[in-house]
């Protein structure tokens, strides 16, 4: 079968590989759509060092189940499926209480770290256990599917969050997962809802997809803006959705004494932490890491059009185009935010 693999830092190839061995727990689907993944893009380079090449990368997908491992139960060949990004393991004392994100003995598709290699979604098959498989509803396309997955964990954020109906909040961040917790947020009831970012042409799309005031958040007037939005004492709850210390520092220092702030973005290892501002403000600190029990619901709220993810596709490409839109992305080309790679 034919699949882009990342050979080695910086250069992908699409070439043959063999199809994936399918292990009793486990089906063999066959691609239709997979999205490129900011941690994909920023995988290639090796600057993560959760992408060592050879690899196939790709977690964000969707496809048609081609074969059925003897021990799976409830799926066929036929069914359209899309996936969990996480294969998690079902028995440790994490999965028993039903955390599977944080699985002991976790694995995430497209990966090869130290611990483990697990070729993803990039590809014509990906092979994947049964128990991380989601139903597509009927008349959802397959391009569309394949947001699934960051609007879980978006989903995911705004539950670690616990927002509540007519909250303020803001979103640092109008990347892909920023513009799905600020569309998650808006069916929630949250209002007003601000997005920032230091990227100024980034903030039409937020404007676009729900937000009520986007700002510049490395204006020398941010913090006094967020304040005239929200009866001067900032915002109830904040959304990290960078993975940077200047988009944490924005997130930290925009909300009201008592309020909170949600980790999503995943990118420094390290970043400067205001320690002081936190404990003597008392705001509560929360990481969100991917998803448990969101995806379902995630392609029902694409479904019904209650999130809306054509807005956020910027091209469709055929699989053999990858290596030539990876670089327009990792070039951080203006306009350019998912692409969906075709098989």
């Not at 509560?284 to 809306?308: F, K, M, N």
Request: contains cysteine; neutral net charge; charged residues 25%.
């Amino acid at each position: 079968m034919k699949a882009l693999v990342l050979r080695e830092y910086g250069k992908l190839v699409y070439e043959e590989v063999e199809e994936p061995a399918i292990q009793p727990d486990e089906v063999l689907v066959e691609v239709k759509a997979c999205g490129i993944c900011g941690s994909d893009v920023h995988g290639m380079d090796g600057s993560t060092g959760r992408r060592i090449p050879p690899v196939i990368m790709g977690h964000e997908a969707s496809g048609v189940v081609a074969r059925v491992g003897p021990a799976v139960k409830g799926w066929k060949s036929g069914d359209r499926v899309s996936f969990d990004s996480m294969i998690w393991c079902g028995t440790c004392w994490h999965c028993r209480r039903g955390e599977t994100n944080l699985c002991d003995d976790r694995r995430v598709l497209g990966v090869s770290c130290a611990d483990y290699r697990c070729h993803g979604a990039f590809a014509r098959s990906v092979a994947v256990p049964g128990r991380i498989l989601v139903r597509m509803p009927a008349d959802l396309q397959f391009d569309q599917a394949a947001l699934g997955e960051p609007l879980a964990v978006a989903m995911h954020a705004v539950r670690i969050g616990t927002p509540r109906v007519g909250e303020s909040v803001l979103v640092v961040g109008a990347g892909m997962i920023g513009l799905l917790v600020l569309q998650v947020l808006k069916a929630s009831g949250c209002a007003p809802i601000l997005v920032a970012d230091i990227d100024r042409s980034k903030l039409p799309r937020a404007k676009d997809v729900g937000a009520d005031t986007v700002l510049d958040s490395s204006a020398p007037d941010f913090l006094d803006r967020v304040r005239g939005e929200t009866a001067g004492r900032g915002a109830d709850c904040s959304f990290e959705a960078v993975g940077a210390g200047s988009a944490l520092s924005a997130a930290l220092s925009a909300v009201r004494k008592g309020g909170r702030v949600v980790m999503v973005g995943n990118l420094a290892q390290k970043v400067d932490f205001a320690l002081q501002s936190a404990v003597t403000r008392e705001i509560t600190l929360l990481g969100s890491c991917a998803s448990r029990g969101e995806y379902a619901d995630s392609l029902e709220l694409i479904a019904r059009g209650r999130v809306r993810v054509e807005p956020l596709i910027s091209a469709r490409a055929p699989l053999s185009e990858g290596a030539r839109w990876f670089e327009r992305l990792y070039r951080r080309e203006p306009g350019l935010m998912k692409v969906v790679l075709n098989p």
